[in-house]
Nanobody, 125 residues
Framework: QVQLVESGGGLVQAGGSLRLSCAAS????????MGWFRQGPGKEREFVGA????????YYADSVKGRFAISRDNSKNTVYLQMNSLKPEDTAVYLC??????????????????WGQGTQVTVSS
């Protein structure tokens, strides 16, 4: 089992930045793919981006490409989502997810086995 805990959400003005964290525990995630998703009010869960923990390679949804970046800290078993140039439409609950590595990419929620509880991000105009 893998436990995931997100943190770092909050209220920010449009154009601002936030960094979300996802701390993993329970099992080594060195052979996992870590994904970030978001779910706005009344909306489907949407893929944001993902990173291969071992390779460090990442990929993103077109809606956030160039504004968001995912990184990981092996020593802390933590994945980060750096969000810049935030827009009101980025408002959502952001969730961290994990799955064992296999050739991807993996952009659908049902492709991930483990989920955190989520952290709220609100961007005001």
């Amino acid at each position: 089992q893998v436990q995931l805990v997100e943190s770092g959400g909050g209220l920010v003005q449009a154009g601002g930045s936030l960094r979300l964290s996802c701390a993993a525990s329970g099992r080594t995630v060195s052979n996992y793919i870590m994904g970030w998703f978001r779910q706005g009010p009344g909306k489907e869960r949407e893929f944001v981006g993902a990173i291969s923990w071992s390779a460090g390679s990442s990929y993103y949804a077109d809606s956030v490409k160039g504004r968001f970046a995912i990184s990981r800290d092996n020593s802390k078993n933590t994945v980060y989502l750096q969000m810049n140039s935030l827009k009101p439409e980025d408002t959502a609950v952001y969730l961290c997810a994990a799955r064992q590595w296999a050739p991807g990419p993996y952009t659908r929620a049902n492709q991930y086995n483990y989920w955190g509880q989520g952290t709220q991000v609100t961007v005001s105009s």
